[in-house]
């Protein structure tokens, strides 16, 4: 893989932050005006290689394989909802009003594609939901105690609502 291209910006009013983000095909990275060339120089490095590690997590398998996202979706049931299996869990084009559904009585799973770029916790959090359905259909306190066994889950709702309101895609937790 080609080197990409790095703009640095400097910047007097950053005093400690560095941060990275891709435009187009160039890395440009924030500095704080005072950094010397070799602290640049580390930095950039730095932030090339978090760069690629937090786009290695978004390519993972599980974003692009059903049998990938039923074998994350076994872990977690192991983990978090004793071992509770779905019998199918798919990727599904965009729903109009929900992040995810589930059929209790046939055990299958089916997830937006709209989840395919969330971090992999807020997708965790969209499985485990859509797991803990298989033990409890609708969502009351049971289903919600289970749903809470997974730690991320009021961070995943807010990141879910908070998509869902810049997008202006109206979904709920409710739905």
């Not at 704080?32 to 932030?47: D, F, G, L, N």
């Not at 786009?55 to 004793?82: F, G, H, K, M, Q």
């Amino acid at each position: 893989m080609p080197e990409p291209q790095v703009e640095v910006r400097r910047s007097a009013r950053r005093r400690r932050m560095v941060s990275a983000y891709r435009e187009g095909d160039t890395v440009v990275v924030l500095l704080p005006a005072r950094m010397s060339k070799s602290e640049e120089k580390h930095w950039v490095a730095e932030m090339l290689s978090r760069l690629q590690r937090s786009e290695t997590r978004r390519r993972s398998p599980t974003r692009t394989s059903d049998a990938a996202l039923l074998a994350r979706c076994e872990e977690l049931a192991v983990r978090y909802l004793n071992g509770v299996q779905p019998s199918s869990v798919r990727w599904v084009p965009p729903m109009r009003t929900r992040w995810a559904s589930c059929t209790p009585s046939e055990g299958s799973i089916r997830i937006s594609e709209r989840l395919r770029d969330v971090p992999a916790w807020v997708l965790d959090y969209v499985l485990v939901h859509e797991l803990a359905h298989l033990e409890v259909p609708g969502h009351g306190k049971d289903f919600w105690l289970l749903v809470h066994a997974y730690p991320k889950s009021e961070r995943a709702i807010g990141y879910l609502e908070g998509i869902s309101a810049a997008a202006g895609l109206g979904i709920t937790e409710e739905d």
